[in-house]
């Protein structure tokens, strides 16, 4: 069965830290794209980063730079999401997605992914 299971989301403090896990089975994570979106209550879906097979990283949403970063473990066909100085802005569900590109490229647009993870919450507030 292919699938993405997430995990790590919960409430934070404003300026808190979490770290979301995004593991696949049943494919292998490094011949894909990983995009992560999120989508916060009463908004569309929105790219937040996309992490490319070479390991490059592509930003999406401007407010996250800087404070948000990506890295993959392929050992554990894993990606994680490290997501610093939260803000209530960030306020959302998660998710990671993943899409067969080629080596150097990303995209922005949700269609392009074709697995999907469950979604994890995740809640900055005081």
């Known amino acids: 069965q292919l699938q993405l299971v997430e995990s790590g989301g919960g409430l934070v403090q404003p300026g808190g830290s979490l770290r979301l896990s995004c593991a696949a089975s049943g494919f292998t994570l490094a011949s894909h794209a990983i995009g992560w979106f999120r989508q916060a209550p009463g908004k569309e879906r929105e790219g937040v980063l996309c992490?490319?097979?070479?390991?490059?990283?592509?930003y999406y949403a401007d407010s996250v730079k800087g404070r948000f970063t990506v890295s993959r473990d392929n050992a554990k066909n894993t990606i994680y999401l490290q997501m610093n100085s939260l803000q209530p802005e960030d306020t959302a569900i998660y998710y990671c997605?993943?899409?067969?590109?080629?080596?150097?490229?990303?995209?922005?647009?949700?269609?392009?992914?074709?697995?999907w993870g469950q979604g994890t919450q995740v809640t900055v507030s005081s």
């Open positions: 997605a993943a899409a067969r590109l080629t080596y150097y490229t990303c995209s922005r647009y949700a269609g392009e992914y074709g697995y």
């Open positions: 992490s490319m097979r070479s390991g490059g990283t592509t």
